[in-house]
């Protein structure tokens, strides 16, 4: 699977100026430490409002883009979330899951407060693919990169997250401190271990005949130490129950499939050891595996897929 540029293909230049931006509008709003961060403080500090009626329909969207001529960034699919520069508005899809909503409140946010991106359009408009890591443009990225620091405190989750034993249950936990969404916790707990990590989010399997099922390959989220030792590995784009990995898809009302053996071979053929574990909220599937070096003897048994 041939990666992409996503929020973590920021410079380390463009990185480093969107965590200082964001640790500013925590420091502002007087929201570091305070978990989970609080919203409201963050638009005040923006100099934004939040627009509460469900107004993002075609008539206001056409009045919108006709008051802002030819200054608009245009989404690409239905929109779920709007910022009007000049008013210092937003505007959201009041039907997005709360914890969705959240991410999307900073994502419009961050348009306003970094100062480099609220003078280049009059009008923005977000939708799905804006806040895909992997489809969104170098101006949207930066968005989603202060959504993202702004919801996980820059690194108090990853040190809160380091004091924890590595498991998949270490994110799902830590999601309701921060209240933000599995995927998003998951994402920011692999994504900034050092450890030798990957996770595989999975659509939800797909029943066939018999007893059988598939799964569809959605996205692939590494650490760095990963992608250092193994590269772009080429992961199936589908799973059953014969593959190695489509053993530990949980199924028959299963949550998880517990941790497993499992074995991977990086980029100089070399074969590594390590242990999957997978947990599904019925919305996708997510499978955790690590090397085990990098952890050292696992204090629990293990059993083979």
């Known amino acids: 699977m041939t990666r992409r540029p996503d929020?973590?293909?920021?410079?380390?230049?463009q990185l480093a100026k969107i965590r200082k931006e964001a640790e500013r509008a925590l420091r502002e709003a007087g929201a570091l430490g305070v978990l989970p961060t609080p919203i409201h403080d963050?638009?005040?500090?923006?100099?934004?409002?939040?627009?509460?009626e469900d107004v993002l329909n075609e008539g206001f969207l056409a009045k919108m883009r006709h008051n802002a001529g030819d200054a608009i960034k245009r989404a690409l699919s239905k929109v779920i979330g709007l910022f009007d520069a000049a008013a210092g508005l937003i505007f959201l899809d009041q039907l997005l899951m709360p914890v969705k909503k959240r991410f999307v409140t900073l994502h419009e946010a961050g348009h306003g407060f970094l100062p480099w991106q609220r003078a280049m359009y009059k009008l923005v408009e977000d939708c799905d693919q804006a806040l895909d890591p992997q489809s969104a443009d170098l101006f949207d990225r930066e968005a989603n990169v202060f959504a993202s620091e702004v919801?996980?405190?820059?690194?108090?989750?990853?040190?809160?997250?380091?004091?924890e034993k590595f498991?998949?249950?270490?994110?799902?936990?830590?999601?309701?401190?921060?209240?933000?969404?599995?995927?998003?916790?998951?994402?920011?707990?692999?994504?900034k271990h050092d450890k030798c990590c990957v996770v595989l989010v999975?659509?939800?399997p797909e029943l066939i005949e018999g007893d059988g099922f598939r799964c569809t390959l959605r996205r692939v989220i590494a650490s760095n130490?990963?992608?250092a030792a193994f590269?772009?590995?080429?992961?199936?784009?589908?799973?059953?129950?014969?593959?190695?990995?489509?053993?530990?898809?949980?199924?028959?009302?299963?949550?998880?499939?517990?941790?497993?053996q499992t074995a991977l071979v990086d980029r100089n053929g070399d074969r590594h050891d390590c242990v999957a574990e997978s947990f599904t909220q019925t919305h996708q599937v997510f499978i955790l595996i690590h090397a085990v070096k990098t952890l050292g003897p696992p204090p629990f048994l293990l059993r083979t897929a």
């Open 7 to 13: 929020d973590c293909s920021l410079t380390p230049v």
């Open 42 to 52: 963050i638009l005040a500090v923006a100099k934004v409002e939040e627009v509460k």
């Open 151 to 163: 919801l996980f405190q820059n690194d108090a989750f990853h040190h809160m997250a380091a004091d």
């Open 167 to 191: 498991s998949i249950w270490t994110p799902i936990k830590l999601a309701k401190k921060f209240d933000a969404s599995l995927y998003s916790s998951i994402r920011q707990y692999v994504s």
């Open 202 to 204: 999975l659509n939800p």
């Open 225 to 227: 130490s990963f992608l």
């Open 231 to 260: 590269g772009e590995h080429p992961w199936s784009a589908v799973y059953t129950p014969d593959d190695e990995l489509g053993r530990f898809i949980p199924v028959a009302g299963r949550k998880s499939s517990g941790k497993r």
